[in-house]
């Protein structure tokens, strides 16, 4: 189970359906497999229909329930049937070509890789970032937020350990060196507004090919 | 020769027939929907298809829907479209509903949120949509079913256990979806206090949710 959660505020306004898609799409594979988060998700949609409840009725246009009726026999739509890439979180399903092993991992070192994901976000990219077991990261900090959700396997920074399942927001404030754990490589989905701007001296080498 | 009365009889027979079930119909299948509830609506959608539950659903529930499309910031042509997809949905989708795991007001918050969500995306193309986000509502049903019989009435709404001001920034998330700097402006507050009135909130709705978890410990000890 998780041990890092979003705020209650990206909670909230994942509920209220007012979270950017990447970002949006981050939280709803976080909340697939965190009863926590779920139980909050539960309330901030009940405070939803609270909201709704609380509203000054507006007439509809007289029309409108005879057109309704008239569209009720109609055919229900086909929902087109994705075929489920095992140990891949709901709502990626659509959006993942292929299992990580057959991604086209692209990068500059063995040991980060990185594969973008096509979601349709004015604001954010989404990447998928590959950390080869028991490599460490140069040392970097962020340009601007950067949304963090392990998939599989984990790592760990100075302060803590990250696991499958932890959403870690990392900014302009955070500086630091993950690494990932030496049995596995760890897979992470980020959700970032800004390149990664590297800090130490290896690092501003790196820099112009790791965008 | 003797075959002609039975027939008659028999046509005799059919012709009275519907007439008995026509009145037992209008007394027992019939049922007057004006004052039932909208998880009773939901129930008579899903089970029995009728569509007269639809229509008193449908008079109960689309203004205040069309006023929530509005208040997100559709027109008024963009939001009676987003009501006549979300309560399309709600004659499809009534056997999704299920009553243990919260009350029809939520139910239909989210499909009127999903609806909306998705009228903006298709005119902007993007192929993101909210089944991607939310599967069909489900929840933990005892956790719910606790808090739903504690509060049936309104007055134990969450959000009337909020004070005006912290409602106020609670209603811009929901309908604005605004960074808090952009809540600060319009609301001419400080971002600080923007932001602590939305924590309080928090705080609140997590004290609340927290009491509904002893009264589950509580009625779950009772029933050892």
């Known amino acids: ?211 | 020769m003797n075959s002609l009365p039975l027939t008659k009889s028999r046509v005799a027979l059919q012709n009275c027939d519907p007439k008995p079930c026509v009145d037992r119909s209008l007394t027992t299948n019939v049922t007057d929907y004006s004052s039932s509830s909208l998880e009773d609506l939901i129930a008579a959608i899903s089970e029995k298809r009728d569509k007269r539950a639809f229509v008193e659903l449908f008079k109960q529930t689309s203004p205040r829907l069309k006023a929530f499309a509005m208040q997100c910031g559709a027109n008024v042509s963009d939001a009676e479209e987003i009501v006549q997809e979300c309560m399309l949905n709600v004659w499809r989708k009534a056997h999704t509903f299920k009553p243990k795991s919260g009350t029809a007001i939520t139910w239909l918050y989210t499909i009127i949120r999903n609806r909306r969500i998705d009228f903006a995306r298709k005119n902007r193309h993007e192929t993101v949509s909210s089944d991607d986000m939310w599967l069909e509502e489900s929840g933990d049903e005892l956790e719910s079913q606790v808090h739903h019989d504690l509060s049936g009435e309104k007055a134990r709404s969450l959000l009337d256990a909020l004070p005006n001001e912290q409602k106020q920034v609670v209603y811009k998330v929901y309908f604005e979806g605004k960074p808090h700097s952009e809540i600060s402006k319009d609301l001419e507050l400080p971002l600080g206090t923007i932001k602590s009135r939305l924590r309080l909130a928090m705080n609140k709705l997590e004290i609340l949710a927290k009491e509904q978890m002893s009264w589950l410990i509580i009625i779950l000890l009772m029933n050892f």
């Open chain 1, 1 to 211: 189970m998780a041990n890092y959660h979003p705020t209650d505020e990206l909670l909230m306004a994942f509920s209220a359906g007012q979270l950017p898609n990447a970002l949006g799409l981050m939280l709803a594979c976080h909340i697939e497999h965190c009863p926590d988060c779920q139980r909050k998700m539960h309330q901030f949609n009940e405070l939803g229909g609270n909201i709704l409840d609380s509203l000054e009725p507006l007439a509809l246009d007289e029309g409108a329930i005879g057109k309704l009726l008239e569209r009720l026999d109609e055919p229900e739509p086909v929902v087109e049937k994705v075929e489920m890439l095992p140990g891949i979180p709901r709502p990626l399903q659509r959006f993942m070509p292929a299992h990580y092993d057959n991604l086209a991992w692209q990068g500059m070192s063995s040991s980060l890789k990185e594969f973008t994901l096509d979601i349709d976000d004015d604001r954010y990219t989404t990447k998928l970032f590959r950390i080869a077991a028991g490599k460490q990261l140069p040392e970097h900090t962020h340009k601007g937020n950067e949304f963090t959700l392990v998939m599989k396997g984990s790592f760990s920074d100075k302060t803590c350990n990250y696991h499958a399942g932890d959403f870690v927001l990392a900014d302009t404030s955070t500086r630091h060196q993950p690494q990932a754990a030496n049995d596995s490589d760890c897979i992470c989905l980020a959700v970032m507004d800004a390149p990664l701007k590297l800090t130490g001296t290896f690092g501003r080498m790196l820099n112009p090919f790791m965008r």
